[in-house]
């Protein structure tokens, strides 16, 4: 595990192959496997293939979004808060195991912030993306994860970039 974790990076770069389905239903299985604060499961998954909205998407907010106009795989987490009062922890873990089980396949995957950040000054990223995606009003949403086979390199971790001094004895 600790070798997976030192190799997994984001990757914004993505070659112009979509995904087999298979390997797609396979990575989101694993993301429903996540345990979930009293066994809630708050989540909902809502993905795109199609360009047209995936552009939209990639104009959720002013940065850190654009890169995802030519991610060939884009996944909206989104939950019901009426089901856990924590989803935030729910839906993080979920995108952790998910991001994770991709790199282990070789799929690349980058987060998206979405929840706390604006479209423009009267829309949030939030209910942008519900409009783009067509997801009921009272539904919130923590990210956007793109996925794809990378097109870039990213160098793994070494032991000597974990910060150790962040584990306090007392
Ligand atoms: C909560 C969270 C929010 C993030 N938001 C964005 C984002 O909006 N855009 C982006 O390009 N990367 C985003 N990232 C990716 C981080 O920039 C990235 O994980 C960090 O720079 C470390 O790089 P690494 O993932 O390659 O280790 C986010 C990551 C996390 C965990």
């Not at 829309?123 to 519900?130: G, Q």
Request: with cysteine.
């Amino acid at each position: 595990m600790k070798e997976l974790l030192k190799s997994r990076r984001s990757i914004r770069k993505y070659k112009d192959t979509k995904i087999d389905r298979e390997v797609i239903n396979h990575i989101l299985q694993c993301g429903l496997l996540s345990p979930t604060s009293r066994n809630s499961k708050p989540w909902e998954i809502y993905l795109t293939e199609d360009k047209e909205k995936i552009e939209k998407l990639s104009r959720s907010k002013d940065s850190g979004s654009a890169f995802i106009k030519d991610a060939p795989l884009v996944v909206v987490l989104a939950a019901d808060p009426d089901r856990s009062g924590v989803w935030i922890e729910d839906l993080s873990i979920m995108a952790t195991i998910m991001h994770l089980e991709a790199h282990q396949l070789g799929i690349g995957s980058c987060w998206v912030q979405i929840r706390g950040r604006d479209h423009s000054p009267s829309l949030s990223a939030e209910d942008y993306i519900k409009e783009v995606m067509d997801i009921a009003e009272n539904r919130k949403i923590l990210c956007l994860i793109s996925f794809g086979i990378p097109d870039e390199e990213k160098k793994s971790y070494t032991d000597e970039d974990i910060l150790s001094d962040r584990i306090i004895w007392r």
